[in-house]
């Protein structure tokens, strides 16, 4: 299917399809198989939270948060409020529609303990810098003038998208296209890498409903984590010369990351 896209890309789509050799439904359905000790979705949000957390520095323990939400354990608040504001954000994409206005709410809810309720869910007017751990320079963000064209731009591609019949390739491929182009227009002051990967499951539960719950992608990066900020670092460090025609290995990570999971199931 041809696509008449903003600012998505698909141009490495048919080699990505060529690397995915093997059946995704098939994994998905022995994924989904597995015995899980509480509620499908309560299990999966849990892991979604503390992983994509982790990602960002916290130290919240799977098994702490567990047994926080579930077993009624207490723990200081400091330990669990941000993982748990997190849990509340992917409860909401559960029945809010994926659009702009929805994204934003997300982001209100999951950086309630992160940023200032004036920043929550709001685009920054600032430039942004991400640095690394040496406290260099790593990437250079879209400028603050042109954020809301930039979002306008994504959200009307993902709107395409969710208005076409996708196979699993492609809707496996557009939904890490999505995380990968969010992040580096990094629209917030902060909150901009737990959004990608929440909307990233977005995507994916818009087209394969309750099968995304399944999808451990932020455990999947969390494990690879040197892999998903060098793939994402490869593009470029300005927004304005970004190659996406290098993105492939990181648009592999959450579907190739289905047999690791099914193996550890």
């Given at each position: 299917?041809?696509y ?13 399809q ?15 198989e ?10 999966y ?12 520095g916290?130290?919240?323990?799977f098994?702490s ?44 809810i ?6 200032p ?11 942004m ?9 790593e ?8 954020l809301e064209q ?6 009307s591609?993902i709107?395409?998208?969710?208005n ?10 557009f ?12 629209p ?10 929440l ?20 455990k ?9 900020y ?5 593009l ?5 010369i970004?190659?996406?025609g ?8 959450t ?11």
């Amino acid at each position: 299917m041809a696509y008449s896209f903003h600012i998505l890309k698909s141009e490495i789509l048919e080699e990505f399809q060529e690397r995915v050799d093997f059946n995704v439904m098939e994994v998905l359905d022995k994924i989904q198989e597995a015995e899980l000790p509480t509620d499908h979705f309560d299990f999966y949000r849990s892991v979604s939270s503390v992983y994509s957390s982790r990602i960002e520095g916290e130290e919240i323990e799977f098994d702490s948060f567990f047994k926080h939400r579930f077993l009624n354990v207490e723990y200081n608040t400091d330990y669990t409020k941000r993982a748990d504001d997190l849990y509340s954000a992917y409860e909401f994409i559960d029945h809010a529609p994926l659009n702009l206005d929805n994204l934003k709410t997300a982001h209100g809810i999951l950086s309630t303990n992160i940023l200032p309720k004036k920043h929550q869910g709001k685009f920054r007017k600032n430039p942004m810098f991400v640095t690394n751990n040496q406290e260099r320079i790593e990437y250079v963000a879209a400028n603050h003038s042109v954020l809301e064209q930039e979002m306008q731009k994504l959200f009307s591609d993902i709107d395409q998208l969710l208005n076409s019949e996708l196979d699993l390739h492609e809707t496996f491929f557009f939904a890490s296209m999505i995380h990968l182009v969010f992040v580096k227009i990094h629209p917030f002051q902060d909150g901009n890498g737990r959004t990608a990967r929440l909307l990233e499951k977005w995507f994916l539960a818009s087209k394969l409903a309750e099968k995304a719950a399944s999808v451990q992608l932020e455990k999947n990066y969390y494990v690879h984590l040197a892999d998903y900020y060098g793939h994402i670092r490869k593009l470029g460090l300005e927004y304005e010369i970004l190659n996406y025609g290098l993105s492939l290995d990181f648009l592999l990570m959450t579907v190739v990351g289905l047999r690791t999971q099914l193996d550890n199931e």
